[in-house]
T-cell receptor, first 114, second 111 residues
């Protein structure tokens, strides 16, 4: 089925470890986004990508790395996880034709760093 | 930077109309206004988007005054399943401005 999927849904790891969160969309959308949502707060943009091999920083990029070698995939890596990165991470995508198209979100990855 | 301001929470009853207002005094000329709905443990879901005047779809209406410094999401005859957090989003991605979600409005619909 068409859509946007994130994996894993839940992850527990330790400080200092590298963690990669996966995001895959089947619509061939140009834009993809990574957000984090902390308990009791709204969504904050970490990184976004306008197309394959094009990425840019959002509001809170420190401690994260992204890549986009294929249009459909947009992995997010925490190179050395810290407790402050415990959060729920959402991936989203939007279609071609302009940045004001609605964003479609995945179901999120709940990440806990001990 | 078009920061948005919304009420933190609102209460309503089933069958009533709910209006949630969002302030965005610094909205730029090419910015659209978009509203999302989020249930616990789920990603946000697009509700409606507009640029000016009024937009209506099968679930909501969006009212935008001429100066575009605010917008109002109108949910007709809410039900218990409309209990969620509603986010107002303003901005465009094809500039140096980054899309930023505010804290949202937590709507509680009571029986």
């Amino acid at each position: 089925d068409a859509g946007i999927t994130q994996s894993p849904r839940y992850k527990i790891t330790e400080t200092g470890r590298q963690v990669t969160l996966m995001c895959h969309q089947t619509w061939s959308h140009s834009y993809m986004f990574w957000y984090r949502q902390d308990l009791g707060h709204g969504l904050r943009l970490i990184y976004y990508s306008a197309a394959a091999d094009i990425t840019d920083k959002g509001e809170v990029p420190d401690g994260y790395v992204v890549s986009r070698s294929k249009t459909e995939n947009f992995p997010l890596t925490l190179e050395s996880a810290t407790r402050s990165q415990t959060s729920v991470y959402f991936c989203a995508s939007s279609g071609t034709g302009g940045s004001n198209q609605p964003q479609h979100f995945g179901d999120g990855t709940r990440l806990s760093i001990l | 930077l078009a920061k948005t301001t919304q009420p933190i929470s609102m209460d309503s009853y089933e069958g009533q109309e709910v209006n949630i207002t969002c302030s965005h005094n610094n909205i730029a000329t090419n910015d659209y206004i978009t509203w999302y709905q989020q249930f616990p443990s789920q990603g946000p879901r697009f509700i409606i988007q507009g640029y000016k005047t009024k937009v209506t779809n099968e679930v909501a209406s969006l009212f935008i005054p001429a100066d575009r410094k605010s917008s109002t999401l109108s949910l007709p005859r809410v039900s218990l399943s409309d209990t969620a957090v509603y986010y107002c989003l303003v901005g465009a991605m094809d500039s140096s401005y980054k899309l930023i979600f505010g804290s949202g409005t937590r709507l509680l619909v009571r029986p």
